[in-house]
């Protein structure tokens, strides 16, 4: 093993993986603005909007996250849709990553007894302070892992905005492996970078599952 060329690529990984950790925070946070929005609309009265969230979460998840980033970013021209590989990247990986994350959402909801609910409308609070007051301070403790899991997954997810060009963990590896034919040790260091990312994950998620036991 070359450790002297894994010292030397290190910083370029770094820098890499910066990149990673940026793509993955955005989508995630896009992604969490998707899953709210699909959460309503699969918990609304109107039957449309239901039709159209469990339309949205079939799509997303029947369909390969590499096919929707290429349809994205090569097919989007076609239609108007211009974007860099980065924009791309993180629009591709939120779009999909929100359809698990409302399922997690939708199902912690569920999960909280619905005698509460019936409970607090009974002593005059509407639909949206039970929501608010009684369901959310419950289901959000159930979300946590669920989510955790989901952004572990988008992590390691990201790789796949290397088949668009963006400058990340993967791509960094792939180029250097063209230079010096060493795919186990830049795949080594690549490998190692992601672990430290998703432990890092890992470990806030127990954080806050800790915080909202202790709440």
């Given amino acids: 093993m070359d450790f002297s060329l894994m010292q030397r690529v290190f910083p370029f990984f770094v820098e890499a993986a910066w990149t990673t950790i940026q793509i993955s925070a955005l989508s995630m946070i896009l992604g969490l603005a998707v899953a709210v929005l699909v959460t309503a609309a699969k918990?609304?009265?109107s039957l449309l909007l239901r039709m159209v969230g469990s339309l949205y979460v079939s799509l997303f998840r029947g369909?390969?996250?590499?096919?929707?980033?290429?349809?994205?970013y090569f097919g989007g021209p076609q239609i108007g849709i211009n974007l860099e590989p980065f924009a791309a990247g993180v629009i591709g990986l939120g779009l999909n990553i929100g359809a698990y994350m409302a399922e997690?959402?939708?199902?912690?909801?569920?999960?909280?007894?619905?005698?509460q609910a019936?409970?607090?409308r009974t002593i005059g609070f509407s639909r949206f302070q039970t929501l608010r007051k009684v369901i959310l301070p419950q289901a959000?403790?159930?979300?946590?892992?669920?989510?955790?899991?989901?952004?572990?997954?988008l992590v390691k997810g990201s790789a796949l905005v290397s088949t668009i060009s963006v400058v990340e963990l993967t791509y960094t590896a792939q180029r250097f492996i063209g230079s010096t034919y060493k795919p186990f040790e830049i795949f080594g260091v690549s490998a190692l970078l992601y672990m430290i990312i998703i432990y890092a994950v890992a470990r806030a998620v127990d954080a806050l599952d800790k915080r909202f036991a202790i709440a």
């Fill in 43 to 45: 918990m609304s009265r």
């Fill in 63 to 72: 369909t390969p996250c590499l096919i929707q980033l290429f349809i994205l």
């Fill in 104 to 115: 997690s959402i939708r199902g912690a909801l569920l999960a909280v007894d619905r005698g």
């Fill in 118 to 120: 019936e409970a607090a």
């Fill in 140 to 153: 959000a403790r159930l979300m946590i892992r669920p989510l955790g899991v989901n952004t572990v997954a």
